[in-house]
C-alpha cells in the first residue's frame, strides 16, 4: 500500500455542504475541499488507499449525517 507525505486525518463537513480537509500538521488540503458532492468521492479514493485513523466531524445541524462530534475510521 502506497504512503503518503500528506495523509488526511481530519474531514469537516460544514451546514452549507462544504467539505474541509486537514492532514496530520493540521494544514488544510485544498484538492479533498468544496462542495459535498464534489469532495467526498475525492477523499473516499484517498482514503482506500491510506493507512491510518480520520477523524470525521460534522456540523450538528447537518440534515446527511448523524448529529454527533467525531467518528473515528480505520483505514489500510
Given amino acids: 500500500m502506497r504512503e503518503y507525505k500528506h495523509k488526511i ?7 452549507n455542504d462544504m467539505v474541509a480537509v486537514c492532514d496530520q500538521k493540521g494544514e ?9 458532492e464534489e469532495a467526498l468521492p475525492r477523499i473516499k479514493r ?4 491510506q493507512k491510518g485513523v480520520v ?5 450538528k ?3 446527511h449525517f ?3 462530534g467525531t ?4 483505514y489500510g
Wanted: hydrophobic share 30%.
Fill in 9 to 15: 486525518t481530519t474531514i469537516f463537513v460544514f451546514l
Fill in 28 to 36: 488544510q488540503m485544498p484538492f479533498f475541499q468544496g462542495k459535498r
Fill in 46 to 49: 484517498r482514503l482506500t488507499r
Fill in 55 to 59: 477523524e470525521y466531524k460534522v456540523d
Fill in 61 to 63: 445541524y447537518h440534515p
Fill in 66 to 68: 448523524e448529529p454527533t
Fill in 71 to 74: 467518528y473515528k475510521v480505520n
